[in-house]
């Protein structure tokens, strides 16, 4: 069982900078793919960024390549997402997700899920 904790969340100004943690409980962490994904108000969860469990692959969506990075550290037992240039229409809850998979970027293949944080991007 796996159970994750989002931090960082909050207010800013657009083209500002925030940092997500997220923060897995169990000793398994370094063995699972980790990511990111994210609901606007009155849309779907949009998947935004995954990373391998050694930290060497990575992946984003289109709409935050660029301006979105995916890091984790399995010493401290935590994962991070470093948003710059943000937008208005980043804002959303911010999830924390892990995964058995190799690099899974969908998600209905993470099996766990934190409760998420909220990120408020004002123009």
């Known amino acids: 069982q796996v159970q994750l904790v989002e931090s960082g969340g909050g207010l800013v100004q657009a083209g500002g900078s925030l940092r997500l943690s997220c923060a897995p409980s169990g000793r398994t962490f370094s063995t699972y793919a980790m990511g990111w994904s994210r609901q606007a108000p009155g849309k779907e969860r949009e998947f935004v960024a995954a990373i391998n469990w050694s930290g060497r692959s990575t992946y984003y969506a289109v709409s935050v390549k660029g301006r979105f990075t995916i890091s984790r550290d399995n010493a401290k037992n935590t994962v991070y997402l470093q948003m710059n240039s943000l937008k208005p229409e980043d804002t959303a809850v911010y999830y924390c997700?892990?995964?058995?998979?190799?690099?899974?970027?969908?998600?209905?293949?993470?099996?766990?899920w934190g409760q998420g944080t909220r990120v408020t991007v004002s123009s």
């Open positions: 997700g892990a995964s058995a998979g190799v690099l899974p970027n969908r998600i209905s293949e993470y099996g766990y």
